[in-house]
């Protein structure tokens, strides 16, 4: 098995503001994935991270928008940037480990 | 354009009764079918798959079953208790569209066992 995790586990933020949420995995793993769940939405791949090389971003997602940083193996950020109360979301980084697909326990957004 | 459906946005059982959670999906590249358990403030947790080769899995109180003619699966939870109170996604792998090899949700469904 693999524990995830992330921090912050929830945020206020102001409109305009950034912010950056980090997913450690207690593993070594090739890909991590970052989704979004909307209110009454299905879980929403944002971007796959592959540590090395860019993020590859789903349509509807872009570099701007959700940077992404992966600099090993166990590590990578999701930022939101210049939010907006559409931003208001759960957001979870996720990794296969041994076939098995490991969430982490979300990051809770609120954009006031 | 949604690929995994799970009509029933919640339901209640109760307890010791059988749950049947339901999910339909549209693509025929998907060839790997996952059902996850989400608690609230928790992020999803595996609970059983199966693979496009195969009709049925079981895993304890837990079966998915899967009919590929009828892009339907469904979880059956017998007998179902109160701890299984949450919400489940059905969720599939495969391309679609061009775009790369991928995990796709369903919206969930809320199960509520009541004693």
């Known amino acids: 098995s693999a524990v995830i995790s992330q921090k912050p586990s929830r945020d206020i933020c102001q409109r305009g503001t950034s912010l950056t949420i980090q997913c450690q995995v207690d593993?070594?793993?090739?890909?991590m994935f970052w989704y979004r769940q909307q209110p009454g939405q299905s879980l929403t791949l944002i971007a796959t991270?592959?540590?090395?090389?860019?993020?590859?971003?789903e349509s509807g997602f872009v570099i701007d928008k959700f940077p992404i940083s992966r600099p090993n193996l166990t590590f990578s950020t999701l930022t939101v940037s210049n939010l907006s109360p559409e931003d208001s979301s759960i957001y979870l980084c996720?990794?296969?480990?041994?076939?098995?697909?490991?969430f982490g326990p979300g990051t809770r957004l609120t954009v006031t | 354009d949604q690929q995994v459906k799970q009509n029933s946005p919640s339901l209640s059982v109760q307890e010791g009764r059988i749950s049947i959670l339901n999910c339909d999906y549209t693509?025929?590249?998907?060839?790997?079918f996952l059902w996850y358990k989400k608690y609230p403030a928790e992020g999803p947790t595996f609970l059983i798959s199966?693979?496009?080769?195969?009709d049925k899995n079981e895993d304890g109180r837990f079966t998915v079953f899967l009919n590929k003619s009828a892009k339907h699966l469904s979880l059956h939870i017998v007998p179902s208790q109160p701890g299984d109170s949450a919400v489940y996604f059905c969720?599939?792998?495969?391309?679609?569209?061009?775009?790369?090899?991928?995990?796709?949700f369903g919206k969930g469904t809320l199960l509520t066992v009541n004693p």
């Open positions: 991270a592959n540590q090395g090389s860019e993020a590859t971003y």
């Open positions: 199966i693979s496009s080769i195969k």
């Open positions: 969720a599939a792998f495969g391309s679609s569209g061009g775009s790369n090899y991928k995990l796709t």
């Open positions: 996720s990794a296969p480990v041994s076939d098995e697909q490991y």
């Open positions: 593993s070594q793993v090739t890909m």
């Open positions: 693509n025929s590249m998907f060839d790997y």
